[in-house]
Every structure is written in structure tokens, then in C-alpha cells.
């Protein structure tokens, strides 16, 4: 159902710990960008594993927030999404934190629908 992209082994990490804690039996899936951060490593990691059956969530920290928004500048996709955390990393997020901005993304979606 969802697939959250962010762009570290460690930003994956912290994600799947807050799956494993408020997400329990959800079809939540975690890749990442393999630590790509030019606009055009994005977005051809993206291409490869984005599905077109699941709400894509790419998830970045500040650091790479001028990347997301091209990014999101760039794919037109109903069912994509660009979200950037409140923190440098994702993984420098409290759990409950990334939980309420996964609620955030969740309504995004609703709202495109």
C-alpha cells in the first residue's frame, strides 16, 4: 500500500523502527535512494523503484530539501509525494515525531484523491 523513500541506510533504519512501533500488520514498505543526493541520481533511483500500485513517499531531511522540491517539481504522479521533515536527517527525528509527519503525508494523500 505504501512505500516510503528516503535517502540513507540510517534514514531507513530509524523509519523501519517507527514502522515496527506504531505501523504493526500495515503494508509498509522502506527503500532508499542509496544515498543519492544530485537531482538526477534522484530521479533515476526513483524511476527504478517507485510502484504505480502503492502511495510512494519520499521522505528527506532539510539537508536535502532544495533536491525535493525539484524532484517534485519534476514527477507528476497522484499517487507521489515529497515530504520534508522538520530535522537535518530523518533519522535525527523522534519516533513520535515521524509518526505524526507520516499522518501529515497520509492526508496528502487524501486530498489528491
Known amino acids: ?17 517507527t514502522i515496527k512501533r506504531y505501523y504493526k500488520g ?5 527503500e532508499t535512494l542509496h544515498g543519492a543526493r544530485s537531482l538526477d541520481k534522484v530521479i533515476e533511483r526513483l524511476e527504478l523503484i517507485m510502484e504505480d500500485d502503492k502511495f510512494n513517499i519520499l521522505l528527506l531531511g532539510r539537508d536535502d530539501e532544495k533536491v525535493g522540491l525539484e524532484v517534485e517539481k519534476q514527477i507528476y504522479n497522484v499517487n507521489f509525494v515529497v515530504h520534508i521533515v522538520p530535522k537535518v536527517k530523518v533519522r535525527n527525528l523522534r519516533l513520535e515525531r515521524l509518526f505524526k509527519d507520516a499522518k501529515k503525508v497520509r492526508f496528502r494523500f487524501s486530498k489528491n484523491r
Request: proline share 0%.
Open 1 to 17: 500500500m505504501y512505500k516510503i523513500i528516503v535517502r540513507s541506510k540510517r534514514d531507513a533504519d530509524a523509519l523501519k523502527n
Open 26 to 30: 500495515w503494508s509498509i514498505e522502506v
